[in-house]
């Protein structure tokens, strides 16, 4: 009989946030195949588990997925987990539960921590409906665009930034999206847990500390109040026209509607400011 793939949620910071099922599951299992099994080792110490672990990262899980659909196929049950919370939320593993559905085994979630859930829970925005879209791309016209895509969405936005680019990455969602509130979770579940809600300007102002991976809750549109911004001057929305044309890959027609709607005016109004703006250019 074929064993069980289980995935498996295990806690992202206080290795007290652990089911008693998935303690059960970790116990019961021939192995355990880990994004890190150092990391893992911890968890598995704390709580007396000796069985046996095989990393399974980015970078090897093409490779070794085969030998783990084999095991499985001869009757050895696997649990799959990730340095912390959900697996392939963001974790690898996906490759391994398409090829284990594909070759016909069972596989069984067994739900848990999660910072996306916990840092929507925690941040008091609208929970009712959100998208979560990982990891900002890392470079900089990418994410600009990639957050010029993002503008017009009415869900709460939840993402994760590493510590060395959360300044980079607020900036630019200041000057993209304008001053939304943002909820800045940091270190969840941890000693040193930090989460605040304020507009983007007052967390740069406030500074903030790079270290431990941020879980990032941005306002939706559909639950914001207008603060009444005015139009930048018509060479600031010119550039911003063009670097959402350029490199965010809208026409014309869309970015003049997102400008519009991000500050308040009507399409007329910034039509004719960047074409007041051309024209004194020739």
């Excluded at 890392?138 to 957050?147: D, E, G, I, K, L």
């Excluded at 300044?167 to 000693?191: F, H, N, S």
């Excluded at 001057?233 to 709607?261: C, D, Q, W, Y």
Aim: hydrophobic letters at 40%; charged letters at 20%.
């Amino acid at each position: 009989m074929p064993g069980t793939l289980y995935v498996v949620a295990t806690p992202i910071g206080n290795l007290e946030d652990v089911t008693l099922r998935a303690l059960r599951i970790l116990r019961e299992v021939s192995l355990i195949a880990a994004e890190d099994t150092r990391r893992t080792a911890r968890l598995l110490q704390h709580y007396s588990i000796s069985t046996r672990t095989t990393s399974l990262h980015d970078h090897n899980e093409r490779v070794k997925t085969p030998e783990l659909i084999a095991r499985l196929q001869a009757g050895e049950s696997i649990a799959l987990v990730s340095d912390a919370g959900t697996p392939l939320v963001s974790d690898p593993g996906t490759h391994l539960v398409a090829a284990a559905h594909t070759a016909g085994m069972r596989v069984e979630p067994i739900p848990g921590p999660s910072a996306v859930m916990a840092a929507l829970s925690g941040s008091g925005l609208s929970a009712r409906e959100f998208l979560f879209v990982g990891f900002p791309p890392s470079r900089a016209n990418a994410r600009t665009a990639w957050m010029h895509r993002l503008l017009q969405e009415q869900r709460a936005i939840v993402l994760y930034e590493a510590p060395h680019r959360i300044q980079a990455t607020l900036g630019v969602l200041l000057e993209v999206m304008g001053d939304r509130r943002v909820g800045l979770c940091r270190e969840l579940t941890k000693i040193h847990e930090n989460l605040v809600v304020r507009p983007i300007s007052a967390h740069l102002r406030e500074g903030l500390e790079s270290r431990g991976e941020f879980t990032v809750v941005i306002e939706g549109t559909g639950s914001r109040t207008p603060i009444g911004q005015t139009l930048p001057e018509p060479h600031v929305l010119a550039l911003e026209f063009g670097e959402m044309t350029n490199f965010g890959g809208l026409n014309r027609r869309e970015g003049i509607k997102i400008l519009s709607k991000k500050y308040g005016v009507s399409t007329r109004t910034v039509f004719a400011t960047i074409e007041k703006t051309r024209s004194s250019v020739e």
